[in-house]
Protein backbone atom coordinates (compact mmCIF):
# COMPACT_ATOMS: atom_id res chain seq x y z
CA UNK A 1 0.00 0.00 0.00
CA UNK A 2 0.84 3.46 -0.63
CA UNK A 3 2.75 5.18 2.05
CA UNK A 4 3.04 8.76 2.64
CA UNK A 5 6.62 10.51 4.82
CA UNK A 6 7.08 14.03 5.79
CA UNK A 7 10.76 13.73 6.66
CA UNK A 8 10.95 15.66 10.01
CA UNK A 9 8.39 16.18 12.57
CA UNK A 10 9.57 20.10 13.29
CA UNK A 11 11.43 22.11 11.49
CA UNK A 12 12.47 26.05 13.41
CA UNK A 13 14.02 28.42 11.03
CA UNK A 14 14.61 32.01 11.72
CA UNK A 15 12.12 34.35 10.32
CA UNK A 16 13.21 35.58 6.43
CA UNK A 17 14.92 32.17 5.76
CA UNK A 18 12.80 29.39 3.49
CA UNK A 19 11.67 26.33 4.71
CA UNK A 20 12.09 23.38 2.65
CA UNK A 21 9.68 20.41 3.49
CA UNK A 22 10.01 16.97 1.47
CA UNK A 23 7.11 14.75 1.03
CA UNK A 24 8.06 11.04 0.32
CA UNK A 25 5.89 8.50 -1.07
CA UNK A 26 5.93 4.80 -2.18
CA UNK A 27 4.79 2.81 -4.95
CA UNK A 28 3.12 4.33 -7.98
CA UNK A 29 2.60 7.96 -8.52
CA UNK A 30 -0.36 9.93 -7.86
CA UNK A 31 -2.00 12.07 -9.89
CA UNK A 32 -2.09 14.54 -8.31
CA UNK A 33 -0.63 15.98 -4.87
CA UNK A 34 -1.71 18.47 -2.27
CA UNK A 35 -0.61 20.63 0.90
CA UNK A 36 -2.48 21.50 3.47
CA UNK A 37 -1.79 24.14 6.81
CA UNK A 38 -3.05 23.14 9.95
CA UNK A 39 -3.00 25.51 12.64
CA UNK A 40 -3.73 24.28 16.76
CA UNK A 41 -7.18 23.52 17.22
CA UNK A 42 -8.14 23.99 14.18
CA UNK A 43 -8.52 22.19 10.88
CA UNK A 44 -6.66 21.50 7.38
CA UNK A 45 -6.62 24.23 5.21
CA UNK A 46 -5.67 24.02 1.57
CA UNK A 47 -2.78 25.76 0.24
CA UNK A 48 -1.83 24.00 -3.13
CA UNK A 49 -2.74 21.48 -5.43
CA UNK A 50 -0.04 20.20 -8.24
CA UNK A 51 -0.24 17.82 -11.23
CA UNK A 52 2.08 15.03 -12.17
CA UNK A 53 2.39 16.88 -15.22
CA UNK A 54 3.54 19.78 -13.62
CA UNK A 55 6.90 20.47 -12.16
CA UNK A 56 6.57 23.23 -10.06
CA UNK A 57 3.47 25.84 -8.57
CA UNK A 58 3.47 29.23 -7.25
CA UNK A 59 1.03 30.69 -4.63
CA UNK A 60 2.58 33.96 -3.41
CA UNK A 61 5.15 32.92 -0.96
CA UNK A 62 4.78 29.15 -1.58
CA UNK A 63 6.45 26.99 -4.24
CA UNK A 64 5.67 23.03 -4.22
CA UNK A 65 7.57 20.80 -6.83
CA UNK A 66 6.62 17.09 -7.54
CA UNK A 67 9.44 15.01 -8.94
CA UNK A 68 7.57 11.67 -9.79
CA UNK A 69 11.49 9.81 -10.78
CA UNK A 70 12.45 10.49 -6.96
CA UNK A 71 9.01 9.81 -5.63
CA UNK A 72 9.50 12.95 -3.84
CA UNK A 73 7.15 16.54 -3.79
CA UNK A 74 9.25 19.40 -2.10
CA UNK A 75 7.22 22.78 -0.32
CA UNK A 76 9.01 25.67 0.42
CA UNK A 77 7.92 28.85 2.08
CA UNK A 78 10.15 31.93 1.22
CA UNK A 79 10.76 35.05 3.62
CA UNK A 80 9.32 32.89 6.49
CA UNK A 81 7.30 34.81 8.68
CA UNK A 82 6.76 33.82 12.56
CA UNK A 83 2.43 33.84 11.11
CA UNK A 84 3.74 30.91 8.78
CA UNK A 85 4.06 28.52 12.00
CA UNK A 86 1.66 25.76 11.72
CA UNK A 87 1.73 21.80 10.50
CA UNK A 88 2.05 21.47 6.98
CA UNK A 89 0.55 18.26 5.60
CA UNK A 90 0.86 16.36 2.63
CA UNK A 91 -1.93 14.62 0.93
CA UNK A 92 -1.99 12.28 -1.97
CA UNK A 93 -4.58 9.91 -3.95
CA UNK A 94 -3.81 6.24 -3.03
CA UNK A 95 -4.68 3.48 -5.06
CA UNK A 96 -8.13 2.80 -4.22
CA UNK A 97 -8.82 6.57 -4.91
CA UNK A 98 -8.78 7.84 -1.46
CA UNK A 99 -7.19 11.14 0.03
CA UNK A 100 -4.61 10.09 2.07
CA UNK A 101 -2.02 12.53 4.35
CA UNK A 102 1.36 12.69 5.93
CA UNK A 103 1.81 13.10 9.64
CA UNK A 104 3.05 16.49 9.07
CA UNK A 105 5.80 18.78 9.83
CA UNK A 106 5.71 21.35 12.31
CA UNK A 107 7.12 24.52 11.21
CA UNK A 108 8.60 27.68 14.10
CA UNK A 109 9.85 30.63 12.67
CA UNK A 110 11.16 32.63 15.09
CA UNK A 111 10.91 36.35 14.89
CA UNK B 1 -21.27 31.92 7.32
CA UNK B 2 -18.97 28.87 8.21
CA UNK B 3 -18.42 26.61 5.10
CA UNK B 4 -17.90 23.10 7.14
CA UNK B 5 -19.30 22.83 10.82
CA UNK B 6 -19.38 20.89 12.85
CA UNK B 7 -20.69 20.44 16.81
CA UNK B 8 -20.12 19.90 19.50
CA UNK B 9 -16.30 21.39 19.62
CA UNK B 10 -15.84 19.40 22.38
CA UNK B 11 -17.37 16.10 23.52
CA UNK B 12 -16.25 14.35 26.80
CA UNK B 13 -18.70 11.24 28.57
CA UNK B 14 -17.47 7.93 29.89
CA UNK B 15 -16.94 4.61 27.82
CA UNK B 16 -20.17 2.41 26.92
CA UNK B 17 -22.02 5.96 26.27
CA UNK B 18 -23.59 6.79 22.54
CA UNK B 19 -22.78 9.44 20.76
CA UNK B 20 -23.62 11.94 17.86
CA UNK B 21 -21.10 14.73 15.71
CA UNK B 22 -22.95 16.48 13.32
CA UNK B 23 -21.73 18.09 10.42
CA UNK B 24 -22.76 20.54 7.83
CA UNK B 25 -21.30 22.13 4.98
CA UNK B 26 -22.73 25.12 2.82
CA UNK B 27 -20.43 24.78 -0.20
CA UNK B 28 -22.91 23.25 -2.43
CA UNK B 29 -20.40 20.20 -2.48
CA UNK B 30 -21.20 16.61 -3.19
CA UNK B 31 -19.25 14.99 -1.43
CA UNK B 32 -18.77 14.56 2.32
CA UNK B 33 -16.18 13.22 4.57
CA UNK B 34 -15.39 11.67 7.94
CA UNK B 35 -11.33 11.94 9.33
CA UNK B 36 -9.88 11.12 12.67
CA UNK B 37 -7.08 12.56 13.98
CA UNK B 38 -5.26 10.48 16.86
CA UNK B 39 -2.49 12.04 19.22
CA UNK B 40 0.58 11.52 16.69
CA UNK B 41 -1.49 13.77 14.45
CA UNK B 42 -2.54 10.97 11.42
CA UNK B 43 -5.21 12.09 9.43
CA UNK B 44 -7.03 9.22 8.58
CA UNK B 45 -10.48 8.55 6.52
CA UNK B 46 -13.14 6.84 7.51
CA UNK B 47 -16.22 7.79 5.62
CA UNK B 48 -16.73 9.26 2.69
CA UNK B 49 -20.29 9.74 0.53
CA UNK B 50 -21.14 11.47 -2.79
CA UNK B 51 -24.78 12.69 -2.93
CA UNK B 52 -25.97 10.77 0.15
CA UNK B 53 -24.60 7.49 -0.97
CA UNK B 54 -21.33 5.86 1.19
CA UNK B 55 -18.81 5.41 -1.54
CA UNK B 56 -15.33 5.46 1.06
CA UNK B 57 -15.95 2.76 3.96
CA UNK B 58 -12.60 2.23 5.96
CA UNK B 59 -11.81 -0.48 8.21
CA UNK B 60 -13.32 1.16 11.45
CA UNK B 61 -15.66 -0.58 14.24
CA UNK B 62 -19.23 -1.22 13.09
CA UNK B 63 -19.77 1.05 16.04
CA UNK B 64 -19.21 4.01 14.03
CA UNK B 65 -22.07 4.73 11.94
CA UNK B 66 -22.17 7.17 9.32
CA UNK B 67 -25.91 9.53 8.48
CA UNK B 68 -26.09 11.78 5.40
CA UNK B 69 -29.66 12.89 5.37
CA UNK B 70 -29.18 15.50 2.16
CA UNK B 71 -26.08 16.51 0.51
CA UNK B 72 -25.31 19.12 2.55
CA UNK B 73 -25.09 16.78 6.15
CA UNK B 74 -23.09 14.09 7.63
CA UNK B 75 -23.53 13.22 10.57
CA UNK B 76 -21.47 10.46 12.77
CA UNK B 77 -22.68 8.40 15.48
CA UNK B 78 -20.78 6.37 17.74
CA UNK B 79 -21.82 3.39 19.98
CA UNK B 80 -20.45 1.69 23.04
CA UNK B 81 -17.45 4.05 23.26
CA UNK B 82 -14.08 2.87 24.16
CA UNK B 83 -11.20 4.58 25.39
CA UNK B 84 -9.74 4.37 22.13
CA UNK B 85 -12.24 6.38 20.26
CA UNK B 86 -10.76 9.55 21.75
CA UNK B 87 -9.44 11.52 18.92
CA UNK B 88 -9.99 14.82 16.94
CA UNK B 89 -12.78 14.07 14.33
CA UNK B 90 -12.80 16.75 10.97
CA UNK B 91 -15.28 16.65 8.82
CA UNK B 92 -14.78 17.57 5.30
CA UNK B 93 -16.04 18.27 2.01
CA UNK B 94 -15.32 18.72 -1.79
CA UNK B 95 -16.47 18.82 -5.11
CA UNK B 96 -17.02 15.62 -7.16
CA UNK B 97 -15.57 12.06 -5.23
CA UNK B 98 -12.33 11.76 -3.36
CA UNK B 99 -10.95 14.84 -3.46
CA UNK B 100 -8.52 13.58 -5.69
CA UNK B 101 -8.43 17.00 -7.90
CA UNK B 102 -10.54 19.02 -5.83
CA UNK B 103 -9.08 20.15 -2.73
CA UNK B 104 -11.29 19.32 0.56
CA UNK B 105 -12.89 21.81 2.86
CA UNK B 106 -12.24 20.87 6.34
CA UNK B 107 -14.59 21.83 9.96
CA UNK B 108 -12.29 22.61 12.93
CA UNK B 109 -13.19 19.30 14.55
CA UNK B 110 -14.79 17.68 17.23
CA UNK B 111 -11.96 16.67 20.31
CA UNK B 112 -13.82 13.30 21.78
CA UNK B 113 -12.71 12.35 24.85
CA UNK B 114 -13.53 8.84 26.25
CA UNK B 115 -12.78 8.44 30.54
Known amino acids: SQKIEQNSEALNIQEGKTATLTCNYT??????LQWYRQDPGRGPVFLLLIRENEKEKRKERLKVTFDTTLKQSLFHITASQPADSATYLC??????????FGAGTTVTVRA | DTAVSQTPKYLVTQMGNDKSIKCEQNLGHDTMYWYKQDSKKFLKIMFS???????INETVPNRFSPKSPDKAHLNLHINSLELGDSAVYFC??????????????FGNGTRLTVT
Open chain 1, 27 to 32: NYSPAY
Open chain 2, 92 to 105: ASSHGTGGINSPLH
Open chain 1, 91 to 100: ALVTNDYKLS
Open chain 2, 49 to 55: YNNKELI
